[in-house]
């Protein structure tokens, strides 16, 4: 009989409970293995080991999306803040509430209204060009005081008459002309030849002042054209410095113009807001215009003709609900049966005029305080920049008032994130212009959740 050391299998040793232990497979004596030849203790392990694996694989991938929002974190934090897109709210051109009503334009002849600038409120008539007679020396003035400025209460070069200018002047007065009793060699400085010629409106003086300024008649007529064109005025010609010779023709838009660039020149101003003034060598000398002293009339020029009739280029400053209200205007081609009748008609056209656009004017509520006038979006955040107090317009009912916005700062979009918005709401109209300050604030900065939703674009 084999002795037992020798025995492939060494003998069983006791298993728990009493029973024996297979030693080969530490699994007790006797043990039926599973389904699958799994037994007990080996299918415990294996899903012990699945637990573990699946674990391990569960912490991987936390920490790979831990790592990726980091990450991503810190690109979304370190991207540039995307600027905001901006949004006008107000009009452009708003307008003045209440029913528009027209001003008593003349019911002949032509006519118009303009700001102190110029720029047209309105006209009547044809708007031709058509004779402006002594309104042409307006231009005169004009092109002298800007080739030879002269500062107020200064005299300015001297210049002396001549024998053509001084020469039949009974005979000149006959023949309609309006002229100042000179005689050769008469010395007059440049103010004293300004106020002959604007003031009583002498035609040899407006010969005298060509002769003193461009040498001759000729030049100083191509000169005159010359600065019409410059200033815009393209239905204006001349060709002579009074206006006596119907061939100087203009139109009231043009005029309006030229009334705007000379009431700038204070020398001129003074002179044309003068009823009546002492040249030295003259004797004291009234102005045709009658207006000029009365009802805010400040100027400017008439003319007659009979081929032009009664003409008035004229300047307004009136106080209106507090404020200095100014107005530029031009009446032509006024008929009557003589010349002191169509001076005359030009003079009533004009004040009726002026007086029914003045009294057409109120004082309106254009745009309400906290009135949103521009919005910024950054991020689907929006905010808004409102106006700070009530834009309040002097304009006649349904006018139409510019209206535009004037920040602070340069481009709003790329202001930072909270950062104030400020500015004006700026409002021209036919009196001037107004304007209301303007708050507000950049939307914030972009939030974290936004940064990563948009962080591929």
Same mark, same amino acid.
């Given at each position: 009989?084999?002795?037992?050391?020798?025995?492939?299998?060494?003998?069983?040793?006791?298993?728990?409970?009493?029973?024996?232990?297979d030693?080969?497979?530490?699994?007790?004596?006797?043990?039926?293995p599973?389904?699958? &030849?799994?037994?007990?203790?080996?299918?415990?392990?294996?899903?012990?080991r699945?637990?573990?694996?699946?674990?391990?694989?569960?912490?991987?991938?936390?920490?790979?999306?831990?790592?990726?929002?980091?990450? &991503?974190?810190?690109?979304?934090?370190s991207?540039?803040?995307?600027?905001?897109?901006a949004?006008r709210?107000?009009?452009?051109?708003?307008?003045?509430?209440?029913?528009?009503?027209?001003?008593?334009?003349?019911?002949?002849g032509?006519?118009?209204?303009?700001?102190?600038?110029?720029?047209?409120?309105g006209?009547?008539?044809?708007?031709?060009?058509?004779?402006?007679?002594?309104?042409?020396?307006?231009?005169?003035?004009y092109?002298?005081?800007?080739?030879?400025?002269?500062a107020?209460?200064? &005299?300015?070069?001297?210049?002396?008459?001549?024998?053509?200018e001084?020469?039949?002047?009974?005979?000149?007065?006959?023949?309609?002309?309006?002229?100042?009793?000179?005689?050769?060699?008469e010395t007059?400085?440049?103010?004293?030849?300004?106020?002959?010629?604007?003031?009583?409106?002498?035609?040899?003086?407006?010969?005298a002042?060509?002769?003193?300024?461009?040498g001759?008649?000729?030049?100083?007529?191509?000169?005159?054209?010359s600065?019409?064109?410059s200033?815009?005025?393209? =239905?204006?010609?001349?060709?002579d410095?009074?206006?006596?010779d119907?061939?100087?023709?203009?139109?009231?838009a043009?005029?309006?113009?030229?009334?705007?660039?000379?009431?700038?020149?204070?020398?001129?101003?003074r002179?044309?807001?003068?009823?009546s003034?002492?040249?030295?060598?003259?004797?004291?000398?009234?102005?045709?215009?009658?207006?000029?002293? !009365?009802?805010?009339f400040?100027?400017?020029k008439?003319?007659?003709?009979?081929?032009?009739?009664?003409?008035?280029l004229?300047?307004?400053?009136?106080?209106?609900? &507090?404020?200095?209200?100014?107005?530029l205007?031009?009446?032509?081609?006024q008929?009557?049966?003589?010349?002191?009748?169509?001076?005359?008609?030009?003079?009533?056209?004009?004040?009726?005029?002026?007086?029914?656009w003045?009294?057409?004017?109120?004082? !309106?509520?254009?745009v309400?305080?906290?009135?949103?006038?521009?919005?910024?979006?950054?991020?689907?955040?929006?905010?808004?920049?409102? !106006?700070?107090?009530?834009?309040?317009?002097?304009?006649?009912?349904?006018?139409?008032?510019?209206?535009?916005?004037?920040?602070?700062?340069?481009?709003?979009?790329?202001?930072?994130?909270?950062?104030p918005?400020?500015?004006?709401?700026?409002?021209s109209t036919?009196?001037?212009?107004?304007?209301?300050?303007?708050?507000? =604030?950049?939307p914030?900065?972009?939030?974290?959740?936004?940064?990563?939703?948009?962080?591929?674009?």
């Amino acid at each position: 009989m084999p002795d037992a050391r020798s025995h492939p299998y060494p003998p069983r040793r006791p298993g728990p409970g009493g029973g024996s232990t297979d030693p080969r497979r530490g699994r007790p004596a006797g043990a039926a293995p599973q389904a699958g &030849g799994q037994y007990p203790r080996e299918r415990t392990d294996r899903s012990r080991r699945r637990r573990q694996l699946r674990a391990r694989r569960i912490g991987v991938g936390a920490l790979a999306v831990v790592t990726v929002v980091a990450l &991503g974190s810190l690109r979304a934090a370190s991207e540039a803040v995307p600027a905001a897109s901006a949004r006008r709210l107000v009009q452009r051109r708003v307008p003045v509430p209440g029913e528009a009503s027209s001003p008593a334009w003349p019911s002949s002849g032509e006519a118009a209204l303009a700001t102190w600038d110029g720029k047209l409120i309105g006209t009547s008539g044809p708007v031709a060009a058509v004779p402006i007679a002594s309104v042409t020396k307006v231009m005169t003035a004009y092109l002298t005081l800007t080739e030879h400025p002269l500062a107020l209460g200064r &005299g300015g070069p001297s210049f002396t008459i001549t024998a053509s200018e001084a020469a039949h002047l009974s005979a000149r007065i006959a023949a309609g002309e309006s002229l100042v009793d000179v005689y050769a060699g008469e010395t007059f400085d440049e103010l004293q030849a300004l106020q002959a010629l604007l003031i009583p409106s002498a035609d040899n003086m407006a010969a005298a002042l060509a002769r003193f300024d461009a040498g001759s008649r000729s030049a100083f007529v191509a000169r005159m054209n010359s600065t019409a064109a410059s200033l815009g005025m393209t =239905h204006t010609h001349f060709v002579d410095p009074s206006g006596l010779d119907p061939g100087s023709v203009s139109d009231p838009a043009d005029l309006v113009r030229l009334a705007a660039a000379a009431m700038r020149l204070p020398v001129f101003a003074r002179i044309v807001d003068e009823p009546s003034t002492t040249i030295p060598a003259v004797g004291t000398v009234t102005n045709y215009n009658s207006l000029v002293g !009365t009802d805010g009339f400040v100027g400017i020029k008439t003319g007659s003709t009979p081929r032009a009739g009664g003409c008035l280029l004229f300047a307004v400053v009136r106080g209106v609900d &507090g404020r200095r209200v100014r107005l530029l205007g031009a009446v032509l081609g006024q008929q009557g049966t003589s010349i002191t009748s169509i001076i005359s008609a030009a003079l009533d056209a004009s004040r009726r005029l002026v007086d029914s656009w003045y009294s057409s004017l109120a004082d !309106t509520v254009l745009v309400p305080a906290g009135t949103p006038v521009l919005s910024l979006r950054r991020a689907g955040v929006t905010t808004r920049v409102v !106006t700070d107090s009530p834009l309040r317009v002097l304009a006649p009912p349904g006018s139409q008032v510019s209206v535009r916005l004037r920040l602070s700062g340069g481009d709003p979009g790329r202001a930072r994130p909270g950062e104030p918005i400020t500015g004006r709401l700026v409002a021209s109209t036919e009196t001037g212009t107004v304007s209301v300050g303007l708050s507000g =604030h950049a939307p914030p900065s972009p939030s974290l959740g936004w940064r990563l939703g948009h962080l591929f674009g």
